[in-house]
C-alpha cells in the first residue's frame, strides 16, 4: 500500500514538473520572464500562480500561463489551445471585438481539432468540451483581469 501511495505522489508531481517545463519552454521560445504573480491590470486583484510575462509595454502587459492548475496528458495536450486563449482573454474585446463567449467557442474548436490531429476519439473531445465547460462557469474572473488593446496575434504560431 505504501508503495502504491509513493508511486501516486511520485505520478502527480512529475506530471506537475513537465506541465511547469511546457509553460517555462513556451516562454523561452517567446523570450518571457516567468514570474510568481501577475497584478491585473483592469481588476488590479493579484493572481499567484506561474506566469509568463512576454511584454511589459506603455500600453500594457503580454502574459500567460497555459492551462491554469491542469497537469495531466491534456493539460500538455491542450497547452498551445489554452495559450492562445489566455491571450484572447487578456486583449479581448479591446484588440477585436471578441467576447469572452467568442473566446471559448474558439479555445473549443482548437481542442478539438487537437483532438483529432492526435488521432484522439471520444474521451479526448469529452475531455476539451470539460476544459471549455470549466472557462465557461470558471472563466469570470481572468476574463475580468485584463482588457488590454495589444495585438497579441503576433505571439501566435
Known amino acids: 500500500m505504501r508503495a502504491l501511495?509513493?508511486?501516486f505522489?511520485?505520478?502527480?508531481?512529475?506530471?506537475s514538473i513537465?506541465?511547469?517545463?511546457?509553460l517555462e519552454a513556451k516562454c523561452d521560445q517567446l523570450n518571457g520572464t516567468i514570474v510568481d504573480e501577475i497584478l491585473c491590470p483592469q481588476s488590479l486583484k493579484?493572481?499567484?500562480?506561474?506566469?509568463?510575462?512576454?511584454?511589459?509595454?506603455d500600453d500594457g502587459i503580454v502574459f500567460f500561463n497555459g492551462c491554469t492548475g491542469v497537469s495531466s496528458?491534456?493539460?500538455?495536450l491542450f497547452f498551445d489551445d489554452c495559450f492562445k486563449h489566455d491571450l484572447c482573454y487578456h486583449h479581448e474585446p479591446s484588440f477585436s471585438g471578441k467576447s469572452k463567449q467568442k473566446c471559448d467557442e474558439l479555445f473549443k474548436a482548437d481542442m478539438m481539432k487537437t483532438c483529432e490531429r492526435a488521432g484522439l476519439g471520444l474521451r479526448c473531445?469529452?475531455?476539451?468540451?470539460?476544459?471549455?465547460?470549466a472557462v465557461i462557469y470558471g472563466g469570470k474572473k481572468s476574463w475580468s483581469c485584463s482588457d488590454e488593446n495589444i495585438d497579441y496575434t503576433i505571439y501566435l504560431d
Not at 505522489?9 to 506530471?15: A, D, R
Not at 513537465?18 to 511546457?22: A, C, E, F
Not at 496528458?73 to 500538455?76: F, S
Not at 473531445?125 to 465547460?133: G, L, N, P, S
Request: proline share 0%; glycine share 4%.
Open 125 to 133: 473531445r469529452v475531455i476539451a468540451r470539460a476544459f471549455e465547460r
Open 46 to 57: 493579484k493572481r499567484e500562480g506561474k506566469f509568463c510575462l512576454l511584454d511589459k509595454m
Open 5 to 7: 501511495f509513493i508511486f
Open 73 to 76: 496528458e491534456y493539460g500538455r
Open 9 to 15: 505522489i511520485f505520478s502527480i508531481l512529475s506530471e
Open 18 to 22: 513537465y506541465s511547469q517545463s511546457k
